[in-house]
């Protein structure tokens, strides 16, 4: 069908100040010793101890053209450097690493052992020795332009954004129109968000029903906001994580998990960019990888939140939103994104499996939206039916915290500024195949959510408007039209939702009841396709054949390359007695597709009336 | 507090007259010592320079993305003040050519004089440490206040929404009015200066 709503509200943000070797001033303590050799300890120096440990943490994003804001690949650059480098890695600040060490291991993981960190002390305080060159590995190697190669297609986006000088954070969003004349399967998307040293993060979303163009005050511009909402089909590609930060390789997709890309689909790039200290001009690109395998395991994404508990009242240092969510099926998590805003401060996501074994999926004691990432596994953490999810967010809204954007404090409640907040936890699951080839275990999952959540907020228009979608997936279309209405009634005048409804409705013959709502869903959205045939068609039910002529005209305005929208502009035609210009439209529908059978059998139908009765 | 008279500099920026003189065949900034340099290479004491303005010395360097991040705060101040505070730029890296100089100030819209203070004469007589750190003198090279521009930074990538405190605006009140801070010095955030030793 063509509806489907899911909330993805984009992963947004960050990636932090380009990075590296930034410091604050040590404690007065080591700033005494600084220099002065250790006895005891053994010297250490850059060639044999330190260029690894650069080499393998901090020159992947300190090397030119990429995010850091200087390079870290030779003795000079690291001891021109030093004491920041000893700084930054004693706090922890870098390499960027949020999550805790735990149990179960991310890929690419990019955090310093004690051990390293002490040995970076070290090498300072000793007074920076470089050693024997023949120690000295040897440099790494960086691939400059596409990491993956040059791709099959580059996508730019239609106009730059400008970065301003000064000022706060921007969050921007660009509008990728995509060059495949049919669907395509992708296999990768590397992301090229522009200066990577300006960029905290960056997102594709897939957008098949234009949602992003929409929002545009004039084509390829793009446009401004710090999370989407997106519309997609009830089971989408959209549940890859397509994500860009400092200094990761693109991820290309196993084999079977590739994405699906059709004609007319936009690609949305979500983008985080903290301002310079000069004005820049940014226009990303995109290049796609494709490949001939075709997707056959189908990820979900599972989103736990909480957002009617997030109201955080000023000066809460501590304010927990909590959600729990069962699964239904046996799946492996893939990844796993935790999202806050500014407040976020303690965020925990953890697996109760049915023995009552716990296991921590993801632990960030210190929460830094500037640094959030997707998180995949280094092994697909499997859980049985019957586990349970939990989210146990915490946030300070105190003063004390230095990234509130509200000083003095104010209530916080949820929301997609960068002033509101949210609690949001993104597992990208693979559910697994029941031995019952007539239950997809995703219909199952994807209801066993959007039960869940209209259980924490009965008024969530989303689960409303998904569990109705799967209602009439499955073909019960009367409790679709229940749940249609329930999310009609809290959003009385979106396109979406009554387009669904009136569809519907049609569906099972209700004519008189599903007009109004096609007609509130083109009145919002005047170029609105799927809204336009179905009142074509809703009208021509009643009899109305001049009144649908006007709807089918508009749908093959809208979409010129879709053969059913041209065969009933045909019928149309030929109801009113334009049997010439009918002709026209099924011939036009046939060669759009040559098996619409509808065009070939009223076109069949025509020839043989005009023989019995020529004109 | 305490270092009120800098008498010693003093002493020693005669002897660099003599220095400087006696090489001045040949390249300046190779040849003078105890000294900054503008960017044509000519040996400048910008304390001296003001007159009976203030004298604002701002420590930035090329590389440093912190330092760059201030550079539309800090323009905006010198041209606020511009009546009463002369404003220049201390790029104290020896490796930064008055090339590379003028490049980055075009860039990021410095219409400051720049200096370069490849020996670290302005950086001790200043007591920073960071880029970017500021020093306020008042006549007389009366150190009044060196530290921070403002809190934006409380740690390397870990930044307010917008400064709460803006301590460089407050030591040039201080300075025009001829008070005394209650912290006439501040760490900043931001790069090590001794790692360009």
Redesign the interface.
Known sequence: MKHGSETLSGFFIIL??????????LAAATRESARKPAAAEAQVTFNRDIAPIVFRNCAPCHHPGEAG??PLLTYADV??????IA??TR?R??P?WLPEPGELKFADELRLSDQEIATIQSWVEQGEIEGNSSDLPRQPAFTTGWQLGKPDVIVRAAKPYLLL??G??SYWNFVFRTPVDRSQWLRAIEIRPGDK?LVHHANVLVDREESGRRLEKEPGVGFGGMELVIESEAFDPDSHFLFWKPGSRPYVEPDGMALRLDKNTDLVLNTHF??????EPIQPTLGLYFTDKPGTRHPILLQLDNDRMLDIPPGERNFLVSDDFTLPVDASVLAIYPHAH?LGRDLLALATLPDGTKKILIHIGNW?L??QAVYRYEQPVDLPAGTTISMRFTYDNSAEN????N?PPKRVVAGNR?SDEMAHLWLQVLPHESGDATIDPRVQLQEALALHHLQNNPEDFEAHYNLAALFEMKGQLSAAVLEFTEAVRIRPDDPTANNALGAVLLAGGQIGGAIPHLNTALEGRPDYFDAHYNLGNALAAQGDFAGALTHFQAAVRLHPQDANAEANLGSALAETGNLKGARLHFARALEIDPKNELARENLEQLNRDSHGHPN | MGRRWHTIPVIRLLLVVIVAAGFAWFASTLGARNTAFDLAGNPVDPLKSGGRKIVVLVFVRT????A??????IQKLSEEHAAKAAFWLVYPSK?ESAEVIRKHER???YRIPALRDPQHVLVKESQV??TPEVAVFSSGRRLVYHGRIDNLY?????????A?THELEDAISAALGGKRLEADAT??????I???E
């Open positions: 932090a100040l380009a990075s590296g070797g930034v410091a604050t001033p804001p200087f001891k021109t450097h030093g004491r920041q700084s930054v706090k600040l870098m960027p000088a000064g706060s954070d040293r903290q301002p310079s200290g000069k004005p500014y830094d500037n640094w230095i990234r509130n954007p000083q960068a | 590389d440093c993305p912190v760059n991040r201030y550079a539309p705060t490796a860039e990021y819209g440490e960071i409380q740690d390397v990538g870990r930044t307010r929404s917008v709460t760490h900043g955030v931001g790069c090590y001794s790692d360009l």
